[in-house]
């Protein structure tokens, strides 16, 4: 009983291993990260009730996993940068120039 129990969770542990890495993953500087970035920049400008427009500046770290019972969850490690128009400036974010460092509200 034991051995089959052992057997079971052995099965469980290398088919949640391969699923892993059976998802393509994504390129840091590749044309689908910069996309997902810009769309996760718009929405945070979008949902930010106070404080500056954030502009993106790198792109760290991008990791695909599987959800359950399909599709993905895709998570994004960004770098942004303070600009100089609040939230409620209608100027879109791309005319928007980054603050000095010294100027940032947070660091």
Known sequence: MNSLVTLILLGQIIGCTFSHHLLPQ???????????AE????Y???HNLHGYKQALNIIKD?????????GKVIFLELELLETACH?????????????QQHYHVSV
């Open 87 to 99: 939230v409620l400036d209608p100027t879109p974010v791309e005319n928007c120039t980054v603050r």
């Open 26 to 36: 994504l390129d840091c500087n590749g044309e689908e990260a910069e996309k997902l």
């Open 44 to 46: 945070i400008n979008d």
């Open 39 to 42: 769309l996760a920049v718009h």
């Open 62 to 70: 991008v990791h695909v996993l599987p959800r359950i019972p399909h």
